[in-house]
């Protein structure tokens, strides 16, 4: 069975601070892919970023960066600078070989307070 | 590009009626579309995987004779509460994905149904 565990219900920080989203998966697959979304309160789910288990480069992407380890089954976000706007809920997902359906974790609320 | 809709984006209706929610690729073909469901301050959980021109595929827990759902085009697809009570209520969202091998899906805006 996957599963995925977001163990961060709701983080608030101030803005400008540099936040951490922690991600845990399992999955018996050898191949799989690993999402991560932001749901803003309109609800609209915002593709974020998409890895594959073949490939563990950490990526940037401005103020986003991932550190995908699969030593510990981890696929973490950190929002550098933080923002107002980066208020979210925030979703980790698992998709396994050969099935397209996504496993999502519990989500984390983030709060950036001014 | 690959842009899905879903029609309404709200809808109140009384309990015990029926309510068709509408989910559309609006610039590719949807050979795959996928309902969630999610509750307020929870997750999504998947309902129905649905192939066009197939029954969907139904997750466990989740009544097929409740949930009806129809993929009758490669850019429409339709889920209808039937009978629905109270705790129906809730944030159903569609995603739709071109091929029966691709891992990208993509998330309609989502429609908040509440039942009175």
């Known amino acids: 069975a996957q599963k995925v565990t977001q163990a961060q219900t709701e983080i608030s920080v101030v803005e400008k601070e540099d936040v951490t989203l922690d991600c845990v998966y399992e999955?018996?697959?050898?191949?799989?892919?690993l999402f991560w979304y932001k749901q803003p309160p309109s609800g609209e789910l915002v593709f974020l970023i998409r890895?594959?288990?073949?490939?563990?480069q950490n990526e940037i992407s401005g103020r986003y960066s991932w550190n995908f380890q699969k030593s510990t089954s981890s696929f973490n976000f950190t929002i550098t600078a933080s923002q107002v706007v980066d208020s979210a809920v925030y979703f980790c997902?698992?998709?396994?070989?050969?099935?397209?359906?996504?496993?999502f974790g519990q989500g984390t609320r983030l709060t950036i307070n001014p | 590009g690959a842009v899905v809709s879903q029609h309404p984006s709200w809808v109140i209706c009384k309990s015990g009626t029926s309510v068709k929610i509408e989910c559309r690729s609006l610039d590719f073909q949807a050979t795959t579309m996928f309902w969630y469901r999610q509750f307020p301050k929870q997750s999504l959980m998947l309902m129905a995987t649905?192939?066009?021109?197939?029954?969907?595929?139904?997750e466990q827990g989740v009544e097929k004779d409740k949930f009806l759902i129809n993929h009758a085009s490669l850019t429409l697809s339709t889920l209808t509460v039937t009978s629905a009570h109270p705790e129906d209520s809730s944030f159903y969202i569609c995603?739709?994905?071109?091929?029966?091998?691709?891992?990208?899906?993509?998330f309609g805006p989502g429609t908040r149904l509440t039942v009175t």
């Open positions: 997902a698992l998709s396994g070989q050969g099935a397209q359906k996504l496993v």
């Open positions: 890895r594959n288990s073949f490939d563990e």
């Open positions: 995603s739709a994905s071109w091929t029966a091998s691709s891992y990208e899906q993509y």
């Open positions: 999955t018996r697959d050898t191949t799989y892919y």
């Open positions: 649905s192939n066009e021109g197939s029954k969907a595929t139904y």
